[in-house]
């Protein structure tokens, strides 16, 4: 079968079993910078056999993994471990998902980045805690992270929640109240401070307001290297799902407003967003039943995100160019990844419902169960060797 690329060539695929009427094109294969699978430490919800058959369904057939594991991955003895780990999983797992790591910030181990520097993708910063318990909120450690990071040429990946503004909204009912849009604002509005003092390459994970946008805007302006991600739930998801979802949406940062979405939207569309990533973290079904605050925070999102940006394209809110660009141009410069020839074969018309019992998470649930997407992944050519889905 001959299908088109992105870039107009005409390769030829034997997916003889899909209909000559699909509207099949080819497009780079998707890298993930933000990852959770888990492991060590909580492999009853997501590893890496189940994280790669997800990421693949999804179109990914790259990703980067966070380090608040258990242990969190904290120095360089830890990350070999957790590579060894890796590499048996995906060992068994058949797939080759081609994968890198960040190394977690805690207020004592910058001594550990340089040993670290050649195996890491870059450090992971908790301004606010979150799963796990990396944290550094003190401006004092948070400065000799950048600084050294910023001598090693080590880009720090941020979790920009300020945790004095979230303490001091502990009383609030609703998790959009504790985690404030504000310790967002404050944190982002530090995290830009401190690379323009060191000229440090800062990532800011999970940009979810319109404030923030404006901060990231004026930063860059002032030649800043700031990289902003947005995640699928941030774009598509909002506190009115809350009645819907209830915990299944609790995510940090938290959901947040119709208006924020569309801030989000404008700034994809102004070339101020730089990455999508998924922020994938599976928790179990009976792990989110738990009344509130005892639930966690985090949802799956690798396999549903490319078929809610190509159902958005066919809304005419982004271009394939756009999604292409957020998806795999821009994760690959500012992380500095080999190049491949992976590619994810997509039906542009093919209709299908998000189905929890259709997916390859372990934890085997989706906040967008439910909704009817146009245009799926339909196969995925990984090193060189073709995987229908």
């Not at 001091?168 to 530090?190: D, P, W």
């Amino acid at each position: 079968m001959k299908i088109k690329t992105y870039a107009n060539k005409i390769i030829e695929i034997d997916l003889n079993d899909l209909s000559e009427n699909s509207n099949l094109l080819a497009l780079p294969a998707l890298i993930d910078p933000h990852v959770h699978f888990r492991v060590p430490g909580a492999e009853h919800k997501e590893d890496w056999q189940t994280g790669a058959r997800a990421a693949v369904a999804g179109g990914y057939t790259t990703v980067i993994d966070m380090p608040n594991n258990n242990p969190p991955v904290i120095n360089y003895a830890g990350l070999m471990e957790k590579k060894k780990i890796i590499n048996e999983q995906l060992k068994r797992s058949g797939l080759p998902l081609n994968y890198a790591l960040y190394l977690g910030a805690t207020k004592n181990n910058w001594t550990e980045f340089e040993k670290c520097a050649q195996q890491i993708a870059g450090i992971k910063l908790f301004m606010g805690a979150s799963t796990g318990n990396l944290l550094v909120d003190k401006k004092e450690d948070q400065e000799k992270i950048f600084a050294e990071a910023a001598r090693l040429n080590l880009l720090v990946a941020v979790h920009a929640e300020d945790e004095a503004t979230i303490n001091n909204n502990k009383q609030g009912l609703f998790h959009s109240v504790i985690r404030s849009r504000e310790a967002a604002i404050k944190a982002v509005s530090q995290a830009l401070e401190l690379a323009k003092k060191y000229k440090t390459k800062l990532y800011l994970c999970h940009i979810s307001t319109a404030e923030e946008i404006n901060l990231v805007a004026e930063a860059k302006k002032e030649g800043v290297t700031v990289y902003a991600e947005v995640t699928p739930h941030h774009l598509f998801l909002n506190e009115n799902d809350y009645d819907r979802l209830g915990t299944l949406g609790q995510v940090n940062p938290p959901l947040r407003t119709i208006k924020d979405n569309q801030a989000l939207w404008q700034a994809i569309n102004d070339g101020l967003i730089d990455i999508i990533g998924t922020d994938h973290a599976p928790h179990t079904l009976k792990e989110k039943a738990k009344p509130y605050p005892n639930s966690p925070s985090g949802v799956p999102g690798i396999e549903t995100c490319l078929s809610l940006l190509l159902n958005a394209c066919h809304e005419s809110k982004i271009t394939l160019n756009k999604i292409v660009e957020l998806t795999h141009d821009n994760p690959q410069k500012i992380f500095n990844l080999p190049k491949n020839n992976d590619l994810v074969i997509v039906d542009l018309d093919l209709k299908k419902e998000v189905k929890n019992e259709n997916l390859k998470t372990k934890c085997g649930w989706s906040p967008f169960v439910g909704r009817a997407l146009t245009g799926w992944p339909v196969a995925v050519i990984i090193n060189n060797k073709i995987k229908k889905l």
